[in-house]
């Protein structure tokens, strides 16, 4: 995983779009311009710019090596994964994150609700698969860092072996990109 901790890197995925493009480059692997326009519902140009955005910050590469010609244009995810450092200090970083969080938990519901919504499209085998929970804690603050360190090293076998597929583009044929989302937040009585 990578650690952001530039604040324009912050600052550019508060975008919607580019936060949706992103995602969806992430799941489908190495895609064309045009296919990802396609998926966007968008023009190719506004697909590109957005590209470019991203890849100012190495968010995103170029695979010129899948290209059929010279006007086809392929990219991928150029990072397995990544967590913002959530220290940073001053009002203008407080803005830009709490800007890129509201973005980011928009996200992470609007996909939910996407696969509620597609879930008949998925293969009968895995209409079923998928999960949530919720529970309600009493804890301490260290406690709740423990918990997070807890399932951080849960996750951390899943995320190694993910990274190793793409690595290697030895993905099984019968996968599919899994996205997983859960928050732990103290709530005042």
């Known amino acids: 995983m990578q650690q952001i901790d530039n604040l324009d890197v912050l600052r550019m995925l508060t975008n919607r779009f580019r936060m949706k493009l992103y995602s969806l480059l ?3 692997g190495p895609v064309t311009v045009s296919e990802l326009a396609r998926r966007m519902d968008a023009d190719p140009g506004q697909v590109s710019y ?10 995103v590469e170029d695979v010129p090596e899948l290209a059929r010609d010279s006007r086809e244009r392929w990219v991928r995810a150029a990072m397995p994964g990544w967590r913002v450092e959530t220290d940073l200090e001053g009002p203008y970083a407080a803005a830009v994150m709490q800007a890129w ?10 996909r939910l609700r996407d696969f509620d919504r597609n879930l008949t499209a998925l293969p009968e085998e895995w209409r079923d698969a998928g999960f949530g929970s919720s529970r309600h804690l009493r804890l301490t603050r260290d406690e709740m860092a423990q918990l997070n360190e807890q399932l951080n090293a849960v996750m951390e076998p899943w995320r190694k072996l993910t990274a190793e597929r793409i690595a290697a583009d030895e ?8 996205f997983l989302f859960y928050h732990a937040f103290p709530e005042l009585p």
């Open 50 to 59: 957005h590209l470019r955005q991203l890849q100012r910050y190495d968010m």
């Open 26 to 28: 992430f799941r489908i």
């Open 171 to 178: 993905t099984p044929p019968d996968s599919l990109p899994i």
């Open 101 to 110: 969080t509201a973005q980011w938990v928009i996200d992470q519901f609007e």
